[in-house]
């Protein structure tokens, strides 16, 4: 299974992310959890510890890498450069493995009008391409609110796209925004999972804003998620009874297209 989790910043979806990969691999799946924020937090999620996350040098800056592979200078433009780097290693070479997981952090991608067609942006596009077309493992995407990392092909390798919503009419509309993307590029499955839920109301409200089909689960409002994030600890060592319902209802939608296939 390739899934990519996206949302509002600041909705949950890197807990969910974190959470989603040692769920599997605890399940005895081979894990690939591929950050692709820019503003990378899957490591701290998963339960890395800070000194050895902040080790991590993400492809986006391994600027000799960048150059062996397309032939050209990173943050240099007008430059030939090859449009298809060879990239079936790097995942291997540059991943990290932390209790079964491997965590690779690809850093930033430069949108339109910053630049795109840049060596760097080739490079993390094509390894990305790579990852979700040909890698076996359960892969996981950390995105940001976005699809700028996908191309057509490479969405419609894409099984499921999470989507973290909390109660918000902002947060609600970057969903639907990036459902209609994600529809137009060949995603076709979504599910939508509800955070920071403290009202019946609000889970209610949330359900109604999305197909039945695409609703995976609600997460109540935890402070053990919030203190969790403030003391660096991973949220699956911390999971109480409730809060490892919820999530576990939420895995197991998950696995259910895992073993339909």
Not at 24 to 36: I, K, P, T
Not at 75 to 94: C, E, M, R, S, W
Not at 156 to 174: C, F, H, K, N, Y
């Amino acid at each position: 299974m390739k899934f990519a989790v996206s949302g509002k910043g600041g909705t949950g979806k890197t807990t969910a992310s974190g959470l989603l990969a040692h769920y599997f691999n605890n399940d005895g799946y081979q894990v690939l959890a591929v950050d692709a924020d820019p503003d990378a937090n899957l490591a701290s999620a998963i339960g890395i510890p800070p000194e050895k996350a902040s080790s991590i040098i993400p492809i986006s800056e391994q600027y000799q890498l960048i150059s062996e592979r397309t032939g050209a200078k990173p943050k240099q433009f007008g430059q030939l450069f090859k449009l298809n780097p060879t990239v079936n290693d790097i995942a291997d070479k540059y991943g990290l493995d932390f209790q079964g997981i491997k965590l690779l952090v690809m850093g930033g991608v430069q949108k339109g009008g910053e630049g795109c067609a840049c060596p760097e942006n080739v490079l993390l596009r094509t390894l990305l391409a790579e990852i979700i077309l040909n890698r076996e493992e359960v892969v996981i995407v950390d995105m940001e609110a976005g699809i700028e990392h996908l191309g057509r092909a490479t969405s419609r390798a894409i099984d499921r796209m999470l989507i973290t919503v909390e109660p918000g009419s902002r947060s609600v509309s970057t969903a639907k925004a990036i459902i209609k993307l994600a529809k137009d590029i060949g995603i076709e499955s979504f599910g939508i999972i509800g955070n920071k839920i403290q009202e019946k109301s609000q889970e209610a409200w949330i359900r109604s804003q999305f197909t039945p089909e695409q609703i995976l689960g609600m997460i109540s409002y935890h402070e053990t998620i919030r203190e969790a994030d403030l003391k660096q600890q991973p949220m699956i060592e911390v999971l109480d009874e409730r809060l490892g319902k919820e999530f576990d209802e939420i895995y197991q939608a998950c696995r259910v297209d895992q073993q339909s296939g």
